[in-house]
């Protein structure tokens, strides 16, 4: 361990060496920026990204237009003990890598730091009672920070690194947390969180009680959620020179007493001189009734929104770092409106004047489509770790996947609170996916979960038909949902035929899908309005630049 952090400051002093003889990076004036996640997702990222897609997928993102890769590091999982900092070196491997490919490309590089969400081996507190114990308790304030100083040491330590940002998202689920907990509770709680001493120094004659989102005393409790954010992020700038941050675009209902309603606006930082990050999708202002968007219809609710967050052009100083003109939020499908998918080419094609003009950047929340995996250390780039080999051999390989002997099973359990289980979201069956490296025998690889019976994974050409990769083989559970969240999920794998290397193990019950590459890293739907929308973009901004 000693050995392999003095290791980790060599290759960082040797990357500022290097800086300092070549110079700095001449970064874009106009960011096109997409989040990467490899084959995963921002839950598991830096488990499942291997070193051989890494610099294809780099080379290809750059070739697809964009100027400028998102990389989400996640504290939990990264820093393994919020008491006394330790850290996950797989993890800070992995995050070397991924900032090496993205320089070698020639991208410039933007970290979203303190993710809270994780799949982790051991599940000890949720992402979002973590993120509140951050707000009250001085040892784990301390461990964050720790965290924070860190990745940013390493980060600066490549010339291609343009900034960090932290987001208010990691905190706002904690403080929406506290509004349900029991009015006793909340009491204490308003002490402890700050929220009465709060109310004291601003002058307000407001109850001393942490108040739910139908009373009236809510603002209060709102001003006090952005006061708390604003400190947080001051306390991490501290450690983190320059740190930008994603602030919370949208307005909370506030309802009076005699019928009127409030529109309760949050904290745009516009007095600090850092670079801001926001975020857009079409249910933005609509109706959401789910009602399809015609382009004219969108470019104004976009318009609206970024003079909104810019002062109507006065401060354009902010990178839309989730342009997420498709919108696929799971539990709102069906609800949020959506651009009519025939008129996205349309869309984008009007957009670009707008962002040109309103913003210094976007970026999109998905390079390519995926599953919403729970399985923790799904790829075996971590060896074993995670899972149980209960007979037979499962020899990890070097590039990922495990080597499974005869007659072996593998075994991982879930516990009933699963990070990335949306709860809110209806569910009756789960897929598993696989993908065989060698010769596969049919019938050799069978799965289950909990007691439900056994399920041969078949290929995926056998279950979707000639169009799915061929290489994947799949089978789909059927389960009670009220059982998995109360039991948890045992997932087992056994083979029975000849040795055989899965790469990856995918069991998930949802897909996110951007429109732009699919789950197999194939370009798909607006893919081609989407690189014409980065083009257009370019020759823009080098047209305004030059005139």
């Not at 320059?242 to 009076?256: A, P, S």
């Not at 001189?273 to 968007?293: C, H, K, Q, S």
Request: include cysteine.
């Amino acid at each position: 361990m000693i050995f392999e952090e003095a290791r980790r400051r060599l290759r960082v002093i040797k990357r500022k060496l290097q800086t300092k003889l070549l110079g700095a990076v001449q970064h874009p004036e106009y960011v096109r920026a997409t989040h990467y996640f490899g084959e995963g997702w921002a839950l598991n990222s830096l488990q499942v990204v291997d070193r051989v897609s890494l610099r294809r997928d780099m080379a290809q993102i750059v070739e697809d237009g964009f100027n400028t890769v998102i990389f989400v590091v996640p504290w939990r999982g990264y820093q393994t003990d919020h008491y006394a900092p330790t850290y996950d070196d797989s993890y800070l491997r992995q995050l070397e890598r991924m900032m090496a490919a993205a320089q070698h490309a020639g991208l410039s590089i933007i970290v979203r730091l303190s993710y809270a969400h994780q799949v982790l081996d051991r599940q000890p507190l949720s992402g979002i009672t973590t993120i509140q114990r951050l707000l009250n308790d001085s040892a784990t304030q301390d461990a964050w920070l720790d965290y924070m100083a860190r990745v940013h040491a390493l980060c600066v330590s490549y010339r291609a690194f343009r900034a960090a940002f932290l987001s208010w998202e990691e905190f706002w689920h904690a403080f929406w947390r506290w509004q349900l907990y029991k009015p006793e509770h909340k009491r204490q709680l308003a002490e402890e969180t700050g929220y009465a001493r709060y109310l004291q120094e601003q002058g307000i004659d407001a109850e001393p009680v942490i108040p739910r989102p139908e009373e009236a005393d809510y603002r209060h409790f709102h001003a006090f959620s952005n006061h708390r954010i604003r400190q947080m992020h001051a306390l991490a700038a501290s450690r983190v020179p320059q740190l930008g941050i994603e602030i919370r675009v949208d307005k909370d209902k506030q309802k009076n007493a005699d019928g009127s309603v409030d529109w309760l606006s949050n904290d745009s930082y516009t007095d600090l001189d850092v670079l801001r990050y926001t975020y857009w999708a079409p249910f933005m202002g609509a109706a959401n009734e789910g009602e399809i968007l015609s382009t004219e219809q969108a470019i104004g609710l976009l318009t609206h929104a970024l003079n909104e967050v810019t002062g109507r052009g006065a401060d354009v100083g902010h990178i839309v770092d989730q342009f997420n003109f498709v919108d696929d939020a799971p539990k709102f499908r069906g609800i949020h409106a959506r651009i009519d998918p025939e008129e996205v080419g349309q869309f984008l094609h009007a957009a670009v004047p707008v962002m040109a003009t309103l913003s210094r950047g976007f970026g999109i929340w998905a390079w390519r489509d995926y599953r919403q995996n729970l399985l923790y250390n799904a790829r075996f780039l971590l060896g074993t770790r995670g899972w149980e080999v209960a007979c037979g051999t499962a020899r990890p390989q070097r590039h990922g996947g495990v080597r499974l002997s005869g007659a072996s099973l593998i075994r991982q359990t879930l516990p009933a609170r699963v990070s990335g289980l949306q709860t809110t979201v209806p569910f009756d069956e789960f897929e598993l996916v696989a993908r065989a490296v060698d010769r596969y025998q049919s019938g050799q690889l069978e799965a289950r979960i909990n007691a439900g019976p056994w399920h041969v994974l078949e290929t995926a050409a056998t279950t979707l038909g000639a169009s799915a990769a061929s290489d994947e083989l799949r089978v789909i559970f059927e389960v009670q949902r009220p059982m998995i969240l109360e039991d948890g999920i045992v997932i087992e794998l056994r083979n029975s035929g000849a040795p055989v290397t899965v790469d990856g193990l995918n069991l998930f019950h949802v897909v996110f899908r951007g429109g732009f590459r699919d789950e197999h890293g194939d370009p798909c739907g607006h893919y081609e309005a989407l690189k014409a929308f980065n083009a257009e973009l370019a020759s823009t901004v080098t047209a305004a630049a030059t005139d």
